[in-house]
C-alpha cells in the first residue's frame, strides 16, 4: 500500500458537496482546449495520472480517446468508475506514479493535473512519463507555484516544500520546471490564476481559495 493511500481516501470518503468532483465540477479548460488537436494527430491512447474522482478523464472519454486513469486512492477510482460509467473507453487501475505497471511507450498523451504539488520525488516521476510516452507523445501537466497564496504555509521543510494538514506540498518555480522537464520539448507553459471550490473537511483547503499554477504542453523528444 502506498503511504499516503489512507490519507487520499480519507479526502475522498469525507467529501459532500454537491459537485461530483472533490476538486472542481469541471476539467480542466488548459488540458481539454487541446483535445480535439490532439484527436486530429490521431492520438488514442492517453495517461491521466493521478486521476481523482474523474472530472478529466470523463471529458477526454467524451472526445473519444481510449483513456486510463490511475491513481494511489481506490474510493477515488471507484468514484470516477463511476462517473465515466457510459463510456467503455475510459478504464482505471489503482498503481502509484512512482512505479507504474505499463509498458514503455504505452501512450499517445499524459496528463497529470493538481498532482505534482504532492509529489516529493517528481524528477523519478517525470522521467516514468517520458519512458511512457510513445516518441513524439504529449505531456499536459499542471504545477502549482510559488505564486500560489497557499506558498509558505504550514511547516516548512524544504525550499518551498511544506507539510499542510498531513499533506506534502510543494510549488514550482519556471527555472525548476525547466529543469525538471529537461527530456521533453516544451511547447508552451500558462501562468493562470483561478479560484477553487472547497474540497471539503478531509483536505486543507475547506472554503472557496485562489490558486496560481504554471500550465505546461510538452512534447516528448
Ligand atoms: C488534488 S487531487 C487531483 C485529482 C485529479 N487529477 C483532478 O485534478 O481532479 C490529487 C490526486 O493525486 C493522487 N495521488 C497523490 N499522490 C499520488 C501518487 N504518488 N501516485 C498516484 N496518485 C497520487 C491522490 O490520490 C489524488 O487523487
Given amino acids: 500500500m502506498h503511504k499516503d493511500e489512507k490519507l487520499w481516501d480519507k479526502v475522498y470518503d469525507e467529501f459532500r458537496g454537491e459537485r461530483s468532483s ?3 465540477e469541471t476539467a480542466t479548460p488548459f488540458f481539454t482546449q487541446k483535445a480535439e488537436y490532439l484527436r486530429h494527430l490521431g492520438l488514442r ?3 491521466d495520472a493521478g486521476c481523482g ?3 478529466n478523464i470523463l471529458a477526454f472519454a467524451k472526445y473519444g480517446f481510449n483513456a486510463t486513469g490511475t491513481d494511489i486512492s481506490g474510493l477515488a477510482l471507484k468514484k470516477a468508475e463511476e462517473l465515466c460509467r457510459n463510456y467503455p473507453n475510459a478504464e482505471f487501475k489503482k498503481e ?3 512505479k507504474p505497471s505499463f509498458k514503455r511507450e504505452s501512450f499517445d498523451v499524459i496528463v497529470c493535473d493538481f498532482v505534482t504539488a504532492h509529489l516529493k520525488e ?6 516514468n512519463f517520458h519512458k511512457l510516452l510513445k516518441k513524439n507523445g504529449y505531456l499536459l501537466i499542471e504545477f502549482t507555484s510559488y505564486k500560489d497564496p497557499h506558498c509558505g504555509k504550514g511547516k516548512k521543510i524544504g525550499e518551498r516544500e511544506f507539510l499542510q494538514k498531513g499533506f506534502y506540498l510543494r510549488f514550482y ?3 525548476q ?3 525538471i522537464m529537461g527530456k521533453f520539448r516544451i511547447l508552451c507553459i500558462d501562468s493562470i490564476s483561478y479560484t477553487d471550490p472547497g474540497h471539503g473537511t478531509g483536505y486543507n483547503r475547506k472554503k ?3 490558486h496560481h499554477s504554471y500550465f505546461v504542453f510538452a512534447q516528448k523528444n
Fill in 208 to 210: 472557496r481559495h485562489q
Fill in 122 to 127: 517528481i524528477e523519478l516521476i517525470t522521467n
Fill in 45 to 47: 491512447k492517453i495517461l
Fill in 96 to 98: 502509484p506514479l512512482e
Fill in 173 to 175: 518555480t519556471i527555472n
Fill in 177 to 179: 520546471i525547466e529543469k
Fill in 22 to 24: 472533490v476538486w472542481r
Fill in 53 to 55: 474522482d474523474g472530472r
